[in-house]
């Protein structure tokens, strides 16, 4: 795939580094996922005091700031073409809504039930990304791995359902406008300009439940917390291993965020996991295991890269 022309502008010297990564991509997928539940985990300590549309809004607005004075996103955004453009606009308006969605979900249903929801989205588009019998069977294995850990049940409000699966669909358009993103070049200052966008947008959500972290220095400082843990990591992270990952593979490692919440609770929260959490753990960890993408993605995913590092390269020269 090839940088567009709009992209031109910017010469191999200019893309950061932050952007051809060179670890591993699950390495960052990794990251991403510790820092999904870390970052809700401090989230829900602050619901007490402000409202769920407020959390949303200060984590929102905390990440865009962060971006803001690190990637100054706005300069970029302006060489972008139009389709590109509208892609920026599409994942800010999804950002908005997806999290405030998923805080209004947490406030009302347990966290493990809204997570076997949103999980259901990611799981769909593997399986659409799915060719062979060895890939649908790690498919199955990471389904029943997370039906385990997550104990899905009809229990909750009504409202609470309609946030949850919400927040599933948005889950799914994140995924795939975020590889949007990263294939086309530069995808960590795009982030940061949807992340802007996203600001915007949930301004009318949750400014005025906001409002009580504006009198306190203690909740502002554990908003940007929850901003940073929540928005920036895990996001820049995926951005990274997006780059690298094809779309069905990087739906199916999602399953590993319920593995991932059980061991922060083991961990942090001195929750010992149950039969039913250990044999979830391990199924979910023998389907990512199991799963292998095809030759043809693996050489179209090198191709791409090579033929995006030669236009760059042309561009620079020209």
Not at 13 to 35: E, G, K, M, N, W
Not at 118 to 125: D, K, M, Y
Not at 180 to 186: E, F, K, P, T
Request: net charge positive.
């Amino acid at each position: 795939m090839s940088i567009r022309i709009s992209d031109s502008v910017f010469t191999r010297d200019r893309i950061s580094s932050t952007d051809r990564p060179s670890l591993p991509p699950h390495v960052y997928f990794l990251v991403s996922a510790l820092f999904h539940y870390l970052g809700p985990a401090c989230a829900v300590l602050l619901f007490a005091r402000i409202a769920p549309p407020g959390v949303a809004w200060l984590r929102i607005a905390s990440a865009a700031l962060v971006f803001g004075l690190w990637r100054r996103p706005w300069r970029y955004f302006g060489r972008l073409s139009t389709v590109d453009r509208r892609t920026v606009l599409m994942l800010g308006v999804v950002l908005a809504v997806m999290n405030s969605s998923f805080y209004e979900a947490i406030a009302r249903l347990p966290l493990g039930t809204v997570g076997a929801i949103e999980f259901l989205g990611p799981i769909a588009l593997a399986a659409a990304g799915t060719r062979t019998a060895r890939n649908f069977a790690a498919l199955g294995l990471a389904t029943a791995g997370v039906y385990a850990l997550t104990e899905v049940r009809i229990v909750g409000q009504p409202l609470g359902y309609l946030f949850a699966f919400a927040n599933c669909g948005l889950f799914v358009l994140y995924v795939v406008l975020g590889h949007r993103l990263a294939s086309g070049g530069n995808g960590i200052d795009r982030l940061g300009a949807a992340m802007a966008v996203a600001m915007v947008a949930a301004l009318p959500i949750g400014i005025r439940q906001a409002a009580p972290a504006f009198n306190s220095p203690a909740l502002l400082g554990a908003a940007i917390g929850v901003g940073i843990s929540s928005s920036v990591i895990p996001y820049v992270c995926d951005q990274l291993a997006m780059a690298r990952l094809p779309r069905a593979t990087f739906a199916l490692m999602l399953a590993l965020l319920p593995a991932t919440a059980t061991c922060i609770g083991l961990l942090v929260l001195r929750q010992v996991p149950n039969l039913n959490d250990v044999v979830g753990v391990a199924l979910v960890i023998g389907g990512v295991a199991l799963h292998a993408e095809s030759k043809r993605s693996r050489l179209e995913a090198v191709k791409g890269k090579d033929q995006k590092w030669m236009t760059s390269g042309s561009a620079s020269r020209g």
